[in-house]
């Protein structure tokens, strides 16, 4: 990989991984534009990266895993059987950050998990580390296909756990290293192993995140009756609760949470593309219903993974979210720049319900080139519709109540706001 940046690291850390793992639905859209030479793969990118994750988070040799057939997995028990010859079993263990992937796996692999020879997972892992900027290799001559060793994602768990500072015992027995434990260390009890993997890589969630911020509430009883605006916030926050318990269903689970003006929003299930459209539609109808309260939001979508928690929601997704969503100067919603993908992905979302348009969102010192902001105007079928509020003053349109706060606003940074928002409208 002469072309290819050296990673920090001889061995793949979970940053690493996940970078990787981003790489591999590219490698799709690569052959169509003839830049690698397979035409054809036997397995879809999901596949492949769930094949990947079973090999790194379960620490397999890339046989093991490709010989696993859906009995072989016990869930319950956070158990992987992997069947020897002469008819004896090994048992690595499953961490809790992808059990619930690998449940919704077997929903439609009831056999042979990964139905491929071990040639096309290395091919495939090759160009995936090219487009990730990645450099695998080892130190040590053992056999390999195409530089890439056959133990390296093992290998690369080994190092992971020794850097979580998990004991030297239990790595053995996550790596099934016999010769240690039976001379170094007496047998250990599996299940202290499956504890100390609950604790240190706990269940991960992909979905959606969203983040919102109300505008104008700093200093807004200055000029608004309080009682007014409480009311208002009270009703935009019951309505918001009413939508996403709407959500609700066998396959997604929403969340929400509501502290001074802001709300975030959390949603989750294994289709995402119903996932996206449901959460798009509900907060199209949140924008529109806390526009006529005289609430108006900002905010992003994010699309990722994350660590549910009643109290607390931390990963990947919320730093993203909470890094942009008060970057756009404008009243709206957009799409934080690394979900661009995973909704442009999906076609009929842009092409047929137009819940997402493509636009050059306003940004702090900046414009977002070709981002993706969400079609909250849908819900105005009529901009001549007349905006019945709490407020004692006169009905409006949503392009007159815009123009007045334009007018009326005393600080630049703010007009701009409006002005942004306006544009957006009369696009």
Known sequence: MSNVEKSSSPWLTQD????????????????????????????????????????????????????????????????????????????????????????????????????????????????????????FYEEKKIKSVH??????????????????GFPAKLIAIKMRKKSLLSKKWSAVDINQ?????????????????VLLDALGIKGIWKSNSPTNVQKNWNAVIAKCRLLTNDLKSDDISPTLNAFSDTVIITVTGSDMKNLITKTAEALIHIMGFAIRQNIFFRGCISIGDFFPDPNIVIGKAIDDAAQYYQMPEWIGVSITPSSHKSISSINSILDEQKLFVEYDIPLKNTIEKHG????????????????????????????????????????????????????????
């Open 372 to 427: 993706l902001a969400l079609n909250w105007p849908n819900d105005f079928a009529n901009m001549d519709e007349k905006l019945e509020n709490s407020t004692e003053e006169p009905s409006q349109t949503l392009i007159e109540l815009v123009e007045n706060n334009i007018e009326n606003s005393d600080d630049i940074t703010v007009s701009f706001k409006w002005h942004n928002t306006l544009n957006f409208i009369k696009r």
């Open 16 to 135: 690493k991984f996940e970078d990787f793992l981003q790489a591999v639905p590219l490698i799709t859209e690569l052959q169509t534009k003839k830049k690698i030479t397979k035409p054809y793969w036997p397995l879809s990118p999901e596949e492949f990266q769930m094949l990947y994750k079973m090999t790194y988070y379960c620490a397999l040799g890339i046989v093991e895993t490709l010989e696993l057939v859906a009995s072989d997995i016990d869930l319950e028990k956070k158990i992987v059987n992997i069947r020897k010859e002469g008819g004896k079993l090994e048992q690595a263990t499953i961490p809790p950050i992808i059990a619930d992937e690998i449940k919704q796996y077997l929903k439609t692999h009831k056999k042979r998990l990964f139905v491929v020879n071990r040639d096309s997972p290395w091919r495939y892992a090759i160009a995936a580390a090219k487009i990730a900027k990645l450099n």
């Open 193 to 209: 192993l499956i504890d100390l993997e609950g604790e240190k890589y706990p269940a991960k969630k992909k979905g959606v995140v």
């Open 147 to 164: 530089g890439m060793s056959f133990l390296f994602f093992k290998k690369s768990w080994e190092q992971q756990m020794v850097h979580d």
